[in-house]
């Protein structure tokens, strides 16, 4: 299984820019959480602050215990064994065959035979689809291919953690839906911990079970996907409908006259670029039939049900609609059982593609801190782990 990344009041600048601040949030085990931001908020660098190769100047990532920020050398070099990444361009050495290049972490950090890395190297490249391609340079494939081989380089030592800073770039939205539903399979096969750094809205909507967002500096919301995609929240609903119309400009920041100006223009009917109003839980990404189900959603089931009272109503609705009617009565039931409070008698149809009324409305437009998404305030009462199998823990 996947190991948890927790990343406490992180903060990175360069010389006086700062990136960003404070960054409090938590990688589940096992879990694919997208992070999402505007060009140039910093996402490429939270990548690289969390396998160490960028030193943040305040805060912890920790990871089994090790504050990677903090630990000395040696510890470093063993925690980022656990690390895959899968950099924009599949950082592939452009002289290499595909074979050499997924077979280069085997020969630079392991001891294994010729025979074992073929093993090995074999096994990846038909997990991403590339059987055949070995002998080819990566100047004769196309960048859906390429991203697939610098896919399976980062699988090759077995990462617990893969991290993939914007696998859909320079691919057309129908090789982008093969490399999402990759991405939920290879997590259904290895149940990695997986972070994705992206701008794409359906990789968004479809693969996470978490989604954050970093926006001015800060880490504007993280949590279950449902929170982020039932959000009124001005940039998270911007951005996730790719509307010129909101605080989100050119330059990062716009100024009141700039959005009061193109508010005007809306109101006058000039068009406000996006492509279709998408608000609300889209299905999530489910294994090719034929795979396991993900161990990653039975957990995170687990874990969201246990906070689900501390989220707003229209994320908690779309929570209650992704469940079975069995899961829905057992949670009923537990609920009554261990909280005493009352329960919606009905399972939702289908969450709503607005919040239902002004005041749901209201409350969903709330900044939610990311420590509150993520966990339950410690003035609730504990609630004990709800279980798949309706027993208490
Ligand atoms: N090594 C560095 N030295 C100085 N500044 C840097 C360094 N690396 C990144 N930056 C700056 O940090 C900021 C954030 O860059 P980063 O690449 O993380 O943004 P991003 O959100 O990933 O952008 P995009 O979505 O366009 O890829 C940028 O202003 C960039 O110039």
Same mark, same amino acid.
């Given at each position: 299984?996947?190991?948890?990344?927790?990343?406490?009041?992180?903060?990175?600048?360069?010389?006086?820019?700062?990136?960003?601040?404070?960054?409090?949030?938590?990688?589940?085990?096992?879990? =694919?959480? =997208?992070?999402?931001?505007?060009?140039?908020?910093?996402?490429?660098?939270?990548?690289?602050?969390?396998?160490?190769?960028?030193?943040?100047?305040?805060?912890? =990532? =920790?990871?089994?215990?090790?504050?990677?920020?903090?630990?000395?050398?040696?510890?470093?070099?063993?925690?980022?064994?656990?690390?895959?990444?899968? #950099?924009?361009?599949?950082?592939?050495?452009?002289?290499?065959?595909?074979?050499?290049?997924?077979? #280069?972490?085997?020969?630079?950090?392991?001891?294994?035979?010729?025979?074992?890395?073929?093993?090995?190297?074999?096994?990846?490249?038909?997990?991403?689809?590339?059987?055949?391609?070995? @002998?080819?340079?990566?100047?004769?494939?196309?960048?859906?291919?390429?991203?697939?081989?610098?896919?399976?380089?980062?699988?090759?030592?077995?990462?617990?953690?893969?991290?993939?800073?914007?696998?859909?770039?320079?691919?057309? &939205?129908?090789?982008?839906?093969?490399?999402?539903?990759?991405?939920?399979?290879?997590?259904?096969?290895?149940?990695?911990?997986?972070?994705?750094?992206?701008?794409?809205?359906?990789?968004?909507?479809?693969?996470?079970?978490?989604?954050?967002?970093?926006?001015?500096?800060?880490?504007?919301?993280?949590?279950?996907?449902?929170?982020?995609?039932?959000?009124?929240?001005?940039?998270?609903?911007?951005?996730?409908?790719?509307?010129?119309?909101?605080?989100?400009?050119?330059?990062?920041?716009?100024?009141?006259?700039?959005?009061?100006?193109?508010?005007?223009?809306?109101?006058?009917?000039?068009?406000?670029?996006?492509?279709?109003?998408?608000?609300?839980?889209?299905?999530?990404?489910?294994?090719? &039939?034929?795979?396991?189900?993900?161990?990653?959603?039975?957990?995170?089931?687990?874990?969201?049900? @246990?906070?689900?009272?501390?989220?707003?109503?229209?994320?908690?609705?779309?929570?209650?609609?992704?469940?079975?009617?069995?899961?829905?009565?057992?949670?009923?039931?537990?609920?009554?059982?261990?909280?005493?409070?009352?329960?919606?008698?009905?399972?939702?149809?289908?969450?709503?593609?607005?919040?239902?009324?002004?005041?749901?409305?209201? @409350?969903?437009?709330?900044?939610?801190?990311?420590?509150?998404?993520?966990?339950?305030?410690?003035?609730?009462?504990?609630?004990?782990?709800?279980?798949?199998?309706?027993?208490?823990?």
């Amino acid at each position: 299984m996947g190991v948890e990344v927790v990343v406490e009041g992180l903060s990175k600048s360069f010389g006086r820019q700062a990136i960003w601040r404070d960054v409090t949030l938590t990688l589940p085990s096992g879990e =694919v959480s =997208v992070l999402l931001g505007p060009s140039g908020t910093g996402k490429s660098v939270f990548l690289k602050c969390l396998i160490g190769l960028l030193k943040p100047e305040k805060g912890r =990532v =920790v990871i089994n215990g090790v504050d990677l920020c903090s630990c000395p050398e040696k510890d470093m070099y063993e925690i980022r064994k656990l690390f895959g990444v899968l #950099f924009q361009d599949g950082a592939l050495f452009g002289s290499m065959s595909i074979y050499d290049n997924v077979a #280069f972490p085997l020969r630079e950090h392991t001891r294994k035979s010729e025979k074992e890395i073929h093993n090995i190297v074999m096994s990846k490249m038909d997990m991403v689809g590339m059987l055949g391609a070995e @002998q080819k340079l990566p100047g004769e494939i196309s960048g859906g291919m390429r991203k697939r081989a610098g896919l399976a380089r980062a699988l090759v030592l077995d990462p617990q953690i893969i991290l993939c800073d914007e696998p859909d770039s320079g691919l057309d &939205p129908v090789r982008t839906a093969y490399l999402s539903q990759l991405l939920i399979d290879l997590n259904a096969q290895i149940d990695a911990t997986i972070l994705i750094v992206t701008h794409n809205i359906n990789v968004a909507r479809t693969v996470p079970d978490n989604l954050g967002m970093l926006f001015r500096k800060e880490l504007v919301m993280f949590g279950p996907r449902e929170v982020l995609l039932t959000s009124e929240e001005p940039v998270v609903e911007q951005f996730l409908n790719g509307r010129r119309i909101g605080p989100i400009g050119m330059s990062e920041e716009k100024d009141s006259a700039q959005m009061a100006q193109e508010q005007a223009h809306l109101e006058a009917g000039h068009h406000d670029g996006s492509s279709e109003d998408m608000r609300g839980v889209v299905p999530q990404l489910e294994p090719t &039939p034929g795979l396991p189900p993900r161990d990653a959603a039975r957990r995170r089931r687990q874990r969201v049900m @246990q906070i689900l009272h501390t989220l707003p109503e229209p994320a908690q609705h779309g929570i209650l609609a992704s469940l079975s009617r069995e899961d829905f009565d057992r949670y009923q039931d537990w609920r009554r059982r261990t909280a005493g409070m009352a329960m919606p008698t009905a399972l939702p149809e289908r969450p709503p593609s607005r919040p239902v009324s002004p005041q749901q409305a209201h @409350q969903a437009t709330r900044p939610i801190p990311p420590q509150q998404v993520q966990q339950a305030p410690a003035t609730r009462p504990r609630l004990r782990p709800w279980r798949r199998d309706g027993g208490d823990q």
